[in-house]
């Protein structure tokens, strides 16, 4: 009798540190939650959208979690986006018991843990024994603020074309791994014609994404893009264990999406190909990610790229250099966050800025001679926050800011 007591009072034990668990969490703001313990381990999922850096969220889940964890239990998490997984941690029981008896730092805890992309034992375990998320990110929007600005110096005579647009878009997590972008691309200041003095639309995408096993996800995502293109854009890639290569690839067909003074918004019926293909590698000693690329351009142009980014938090700085049609170019990028470290809880609507702002400086426009609207390695992006660092979920980077944000904390 006494045996099945103790029994029950340490399951009571458990179901309760569950649900503190859980409530910390959501209570916090971070959606998606999942928590269950099987064998003395305790398995935690999460999808942050309320911190606007990756290792920022994670840091303050990581806390929250720490402090909840059974004692004796070793801890198992999985780092989700857009209700998929994309970063797997481990600690041991030792290191969580020597954590909160003082002995070690929380600093010492994320250098010493196991951060990687190998998720998927954990994530398969976590959907077998807890079927239920708490505070589902699924049919939830963002009202989100991009400011675009571009400046092109192309004429002699002229020393910028240029335009600063507000680009308002609506953002919603519709069901796993499928996302909506609703953009309206609003004029503030340009000294441009055409188009580019007109209200028109921006990205209206949907997007689907699957994570498979052993490191592969794909992509499948249609609908208006930029750079007057629209169409359907097929991706495929895979990581790595410790996430240091990344290889993929990208198939698309778009025609000409425009918008002119006598026919408003117009689509050409001709389709035209591209292709990308890359291969990545981080190094961690620099904070440094290393990427060559070939291309397969708009309109037919091919050509290959390297790219040297540098990271600095939230920051990137990158060099490229790339060889098209016999001729060499190349420039240099950068991306930074906007204002806005953390944003308010997920109820149903809420409005927020860009979580960062990106721009890419080329040496040099390069136009083919024969015709002078055709412009050569014109390509395309298909989403409004594509840049280097949003969402970046490489272990080591990961890694190094949690450590260096632990230790600005504890210093303070």
């Known amino acids: 009798?006494?045996?099945?007591?103790?029994?029950?009072?340490?399951?009571?034990?458990?179901?309760?540190?569950?649900?503190?668990?859980?409530?910390?969490?959501?209570?916090?703001?971070?959606?998606?939650?999942?928590?269950?313990?099987?064998?003395?381990?305790?398995?935690?999922?999460?999808?942050?959208?309320?911190?606007?850096?990756?290792?920022?969220?994670?840091?303050?889940?990581?806390?929250?979690?720490?402090?909840?964890?059974?004692?004796?239990?070793?801890?198992?998490?999985?780092?989700a986006d857009l209700g998929q997984p994309r970063l797997h941690l481990a600690v041991d029981a030792q290191m969580i018991g020597d954590y909160r008896q003082g002995k070690i730092s929380l600093p010492e805890v994320y250098s010493k843990m196991l951060i990687d992309n190998d998720y998927d034992a954990s994530w398969q375990m976590l959907k077998r024994i807890s079927k239920r998320q708490t505070n589902s990110s699924s049919w939830k929007a963002d009202f989100v603020i991009y400011p675009q600005l571009s400046l092109d110096n192309t004429y002699l005579d002229e020393l910028y074309d240029y335009y600063f647009n507000i680009a308002p878009a609506l953002e919603m997590n519709m069901w796993s791994g499928?996302?909506?972008?609703?953009?309206?691309?609003?004029?503030?200041?340009?000294?441009?014609?055409?188009?580019?003095n007109r209200f028109r639309a921006g990205f209206l995408t949907v997007e689907q994404n699957f994570t498979l096993s052993h490191g592969f996800k794909v992509r499948l995502v249609g609908g208006n893009f930029n750079n007057n293109r629209a169409g359907v854009q097929f991706e495929g890639k895979w990581n790595s264990q410790n996430g240091r290569v990344e290889v993929g690839a990208k198939v698309a067909g778009t025609v000409q999406s425009i918008v002119t003074s006598k026919k408003g918004w117009t689509f050409s019926d001709k389709w035209r190909?591209?292709?990308?293909?890359?291969?990545?590698?981080?190094?961690?000693?620099?904070?440094?990610?290393?990427?060559?690329?070939?291309?397969?351009?708009?309109?037919?142009?091919?050509?290959?790229?390297?790219?040297?980014?540098?990271?600095?938090?939230?920051?990137?700085?990158?060099?490229?250099?790339?060889?098209?049609?016999?001729?060499?170019?190349?420039?240099?990028?950068?991306?930074?966050?906007?204002?806005?470290?953390?944003?308010?809880?997920?109820?149903?609507?809420?409005?927020?800025?860009?979580?960062?702002?990106?721009?890419?400086?080329?040496?040099?426009?390069?136009?083919?001679?024969?015709?002078?609207?055709?412009?050569?390695?014109?390509?395309?992006?298909?989403?409004?926050?594509?840049?280097?660092?949003?969402?970046?979920?490489?272990?080591?980077?990961?890694?190094?800011?949690?450590?260096?944000?632990?230790?600005?904390?504890?210093?303070?």
Request: charged share 20%.
């Open 1 to 79: 009798m006494k045996h099945i007591l103790s029994i029950l009072f340490l399951s009571s034990l458990t179901l309760l540190a569950k649900a503190q668990m859980v409530d910390v969490l959501v209570e916090d703001g971070f959606e998606n939650v999942r928590a269950s313990r099987t064998n003395d381990v305790t398995y935690v999922s999460f999808e942050d959208n309320i911190y606007r850096g990756t290792y920022t969220g994670l840091n303050k889940a990581l806390q929250l979690i720490l402090a909840s964890v059974p004692e004796d239990d070793a801890l198992e998490v999985v780092v």
């Open 178 to 196: 499928a996302k909506l972008t609703l953009q309206a691309i609003v004029p503030i200041a340009t000294n441009m014609s055409g188009q580019y």
């Open 273 to 412: 190909a591209t292709a990308n293909a890359y291969m990545s590698y981080y190094v961690p000693q620099y904070n440094t990610e290393l990427k060559l690329q070939g291309n397969r351009y708009v309109y037919g142009d091919y050509g290959i790229r390297g790219d040297i980014i540098r990271h600095f938090g939230e920051c990137t700085i990158g060099l490229y250099g790339m060889y098209v049609k016999s001729e060499f170019n190349g420039g240099f990028n950068f991306s930074f966050p906007l204002p806005g470290k953390k944003f308010m809880p997920h109820r149903s609507v809420r409005i927020r800025p860009a979580y960062n702002w990106s721009m890419e400086y080329t040496i040099k426009s390069v136009w083919d001679g024969k015709n002078m609207s055709r412009e050569v390695a014109k390509k395309f992006a298909t989403s409004p926050d594509e840049n280097a660092n949003h969402r970046f979920y490489q272990p080591d980077y990961i890694r190094y800011f949690m450590v260096q944000e632990a230790e600005k904390s504890r210093n303070k």
